[in-house]
């Protein structure tokens, strides 16, 4: 199954109904968004010369254009690579380079940054600007006929860093995203044509994955005219288009409930706030329930998985009643009906209720393996379980507790980042000697990147103004350390292993001191 079949049956289904939303006003019907996927798809075989299985990446912030491009490649029978719009130069290249992409669909903003790739990145043979008048005279072009494609067929790389520092794709068919859809349906909520869904974060993330069952069944995509988070703009359009829901980190879910322009909004279109990708604190969370009342769900998922280990339903939120009921809302939930989750020992046996182990997870959803790494895939998937990397413990109940993010994992205002690659790129500056970076916690961002560092015995100490400079020639800026700390050594074990542990740990017991004072 092509999962672009869903546009080629809202077009003929819903017709004239809203599909695509810029702001407040229609962009595209769901004729005419059928129309134009099926005219681009024919341009991107007949002038491109692209075939099924090619690769087209997709370097855009949020615009209906997006989501274009988006179903035009899946129509066409191609794998989209849909790339982090935050990233650097060179991370984007990377990407483009080992996904072997042959055309990148980019917007003003970094076709720039894209073009400068030509020649750099092999396989690279043409991009294409949208909005544009290129693009839109694609779009007005002859109509083709869907592409079949298997349902085992690769449909979507998403490109998640490991704990090597290096991203990696993680490849996802129509069949891992269509169980992904229905598991939606099955735990989070059922969608009708009415609905519609908000895309305030990324599409290249969890919002575009979410995106996918509003898109089966017929409900409205909206993107912000503002193309950020805007809380005013938030509040009018929640207003405006009716059955909303929307994926967002918990820092934004904090932000828009202390936001007075949703405070004082009329919330009767809100439907549901789907949240995930980092702790939400209690605190937050009791402060969200009081504004948003009985609207919030909570997943637990990763690239690997698309969205879909666990859920936190949003029964469970107003089930304040239960004895148990800050433990519960402090979890990530039970397994999703289409998926079995264990926790494993070191060793790779089950541990018992309540231990604490590595989480991992079975089911149709869990992706096909990482695009053309062989190791990575199997060193991730064993026995038919992807090892997800992370720490955790299950209740007598099923409700999973997430006790440590992959190791070293940082998320940062619902952001991944991995310390290896900050360490990897202050580790090139001549100063530097040594270093570890790791998260502290933040009110604002979840957690904030600090980086321990051990300077060159033989070189001045580097300022601040040098490492960042350092950081940002050749990573994104949100992945920048936000303090340094110069130190005279790391804390290692008896194998010369860095204790980031006992970092983390320092840094907490300031926050705690902190917050006591």
């Not at 305030?200 to 988070?229: D, F, K, M, N, T």
């Amino acid at each position: 199954m092509n999962l672009a079949v869903w546009i080629e049956r809202n077009g003929t289904r819903f017709g004239n109904q809203a599909a695509i939303a810029d702001g407040h006003e229609v962009y595209a019907d769901w004729r005419s968004f059928a129309g134009a996927v099926s005219s681009l798809a024919g341009a991107l075989m007949n002038e491109y010369g692209l075939r099924p299985g090619d690769r087209l990446a997709i370097v855009m912030n949020n615009s209906p254009q997006y989501l274009e491009a988006l179903f035009a490649a899946w129509y066409a029978g191609l794998v989209v690579v849909p790339v982090n719009a935050r990233l650097h130069r060179d991370e984007i290249a990377f990407i483009l380079d080992q996904s072997a992409a042959t055309i990148a669909v980019v917007d003003q903003g970094h076709a720039d940054d894209v073009n400068a790739l030509m020649g750099t990145v092999t396989s690279l043979r043409a991009i294409l600007e949208a909005p544009g008048q290129v693009w839109d005279t694609h779009r007005g072009g002859p109509a083709v006929s869907l592409v079949e494609r298997q349902s085992t067929d690769p449909a979507w790389l998403f490109y998640t860093s490991g704990t090597t520092g290096r991203p990696k794709g993680a490849t996802l068919s129509h069949h891992n995203l269509l169980m992904m859809s229905l598991s939606y349906f099955a735990d989070i909520d059922p969608i009708e044509a009415s609905d519609s869904v908000l895309h305030a974060a990324p599409l290249s993330h969890g919002s575009g994955l979410y995106g996918l069952p509003h898109i089966a069944r017929g409900a409205v995509s909206v993107l912000p005219a503002s193309r950020g988070v805007d809380d005013g703009e938030i509040a009018s359009l929640i207003g405006h288009w009716s059955g909303m829901s929307f994926f967002a980190a918990p820092t934004m879910v904090k932000r828009l409930a202390a936001s007075p322009a949703v405070r004082s909004a009329d919330l009767v279109g809100l439907k549901t706030i789907i949240y995930g990708g980092a702790p939400m604190y209690l605190n937050d969370l009791e402060q969200a329930l009081d504004v948003f009342g009985p609207r919030l769900a909570q997943i637990y998922g990763q690239g690997e998985s698309p969205m879909t280990i666990t859920a936190l339903s949003k029964a469970d939120h107003l089930d304040v009643a239960h004895r148990r009921w800050r433990e519960r809302v402090q979890s990530v939930g039970v397994a999703r009906t289409d998926v079995q989750i264990r926790i494993l020992s070191d060793e790779g046996l089950p541990v018992p209720v309540g231990e604490i182990g590595e989480v991992a997870v079975r089911g149709s959803v869990v992706m096909n393996g990482y695009w053309e790494q062989p190791d990575a895939t199997n060193e991730a998937i064993r026995d038919g379980w992807l090892h997800t990397g992370d720490v955790g413990s299950l209740d007598q109940e099923g409700y999973l507790t997430l006790r440590d993010r992959s190791k070293d994992l940082i998320i940062s205002g619902g952001m991944n980042i991995y310390p290896r690659e900050v360490e990897e790129v202050l580790l090139a500056h001549p100063a530097v000697g040594g270093v570890s970076v790791v998260g502290r916690p933040d009110d604002e961002w979840g957690e904030a990147v600090v980086a321990f560092v051990v300077v060159d015995g033989e070189t001045d100490t580097p300022t601040v103004e040098e490492l960042d400079r350092q950081c940002l020639d050749h990573m994104a800026r949100y992945k920048r350390p936000k303090e340094y700390r110069f130190v005279e050594s790391l804390p290692t074990n008896n194998y010369g292993k860095v204790v980031k542990r006992e970092l983390r740990q320092q840094l907490r017991s300031e926050a705690t001191s902190g917050s006591d004072n």
